[in-house]
């Protein structure tokens, strides 16, 4: 059986083509590595109730948010999971009317596979569905207090560093001059 040179050649220079960029460094070039990326702390959310402490964390890198919720409210389902927010009663006239003009609805902004630019309506679709989930969600903004424990702990972290950096100043002494 005879190989063809051209296949030859590309079947040994392949795999120094394909060669990591390190592996295809000259010998005694250092590899470079990239700097490792500043780690975000982590976040703990927390929900205490009534007069309860809310513990800060023990680690340095880890920011503790509390959401403070009535003592009545320790042993209940959290109020979004209470309700049945599709319950008929919960809907108006006008509500369940829009729900019948979508049954069977197909083309431009409609969110189906059928019928042309019927997906225009998808993007409608997902934003309503994100704000209902929104809504849903209760009334502790996580996202707010989280901003608001990280700009307080930056503070700190500045402060402590003021701090030491005025703990280690010397005064300044000027050089005596003879006579």
Excluded: K
């Excluded at 079947?11 to 975000?40: D, K």
Aim: hydrophobic share 35%.
């Amino acid at each position: 059986m005879r190989i063809a040179p051209f296949a030859a050649a590309i079947a040994f220079a392949a795999p120094i083509a394909l060669a990591p960029p390190a592996l295809a460094q000259p010998p005694g070039v250092p590899v470079p590595h990239p700097a490792p990326a500043a780690a975000e702390p982590r976040v703990n959310q927390v929900i205490v109730y009534g007069d309860d402490p809310c513990t800060p964390s023990a680690d340095p890198d880890e920011i503790t948010v509390c959401a403070r919720l009535p003592e009545s409210e320790r042993y209940r389902i959290p109020p979004n999971l209470r309700d049945n927010p599709n319950a008929a009663a919960n809907q108006s006239w006008s509500n369940r009317a829009t729900e019948l003009a979508y049954v069977g609805r197909t083309g431009t902004d409609s969110c189906s596979t059928s019928g042309p630019g019927g997906f225009t309506g998808c993007l409608n679709q997902i934003i309503n569905h994100a704000q209902a989930e929104r809504r849903a969600a209760g009334d502790v903004n996580w996202t707010r207090m989280v901003e608001e424990a990280r700009r307080q702990r930056e503070e700190r972290l500045r402060a402590e560093a003021h701090e030491g950096d005025q703990q280690h100043q010397e005064p300044f002494v000027p050089p005596s001059t003879p006579h």
